[in-house]
Nanobody, 122 residues
Framework: HVQLVESGGGSVQAGGSLRLSCADS????????MGWFRQAPGKEREAIAT????????GYSDSVKGRFTISQDNADSTIYLQMNLLKSEDTAMYYC????????????????WGQGTQVTVS
C-alpha cells in the first residue's frame, strides 16, 4: 500500500541532472529514517541514500556518493534526492521508503514505501 509518493522522474541525457521528491503521508513525526532505493530490471533493490530525521545525518552508497544528495525541506518535511552527473547505469525505478528504526541499508527493514518514479538516462 502507498504510504509515500515520489515524483520528479523522467528521461535525461548522460551527464544531466534530476531532482526527485518524496511526499510524506503523515509519517513525519513517527519515522526515524528515510531512504531512497532503486531497482533496475533483473537486479536487486538497492539502497542508495538514507537520512536520519532526528539528527539530520545522511549516508550514501558508493555507487552514488559524490553525485547524489538527500535532503529534507524544513517547512513541509518533503524528502529530496538531487541527482547530478547521471549515468546510464542510474536508469531504474526509484523508491522512497521510511522506517521507525534507525537508518540501515536493507529494504526488508523499511515498512513504508512509495509507488516509485522512473528515471531513464540515455
Amino acid at each position: 500500500h502507498v504510504q509515500l509518493v515520489e515524483s520528479g522522474g523522467g528521461s535525461v541525457q548522460a551527464g544531466g541532472s534530476l531532482r526527485l521528491s518524496c511526499a510524506d503521508s503523515g509519517l513525519t513525526f513517527s519515522t526515524h529514517c528515510m531512504g531512497w532505493f532503486r531497482q533496475a530490471p533483473g537486479k536487486e533493490r538497492e539502497a542508495i541514500a538514507t537520512l536520519n530525521r532526528r539528527v539530520y545525518r545522511s549516508g550514501y552508497s558508493d555507487s552514488v556518493k559524490g553525485r547524489f544528495t538527500i535532503s529534507q525541506d524544513n517547512a513541509d518535511s518533503t524528502i529530496y534526492l538531487q541527482m547530478n552527473l547521471l549515468k546510464s547505469e542510474d536508469t531504474a525505478m526509484y523508491y522512497c521508503a521510511a522506517t521507525h528504526r534507525g537508518c540501515n541499508w536493507s529494504p526488508s527493514e523499511y515498512p513504508y514505501w512509495g509507488q516509485g518514479t522512473q528515471v531513464t538516462v540515455s
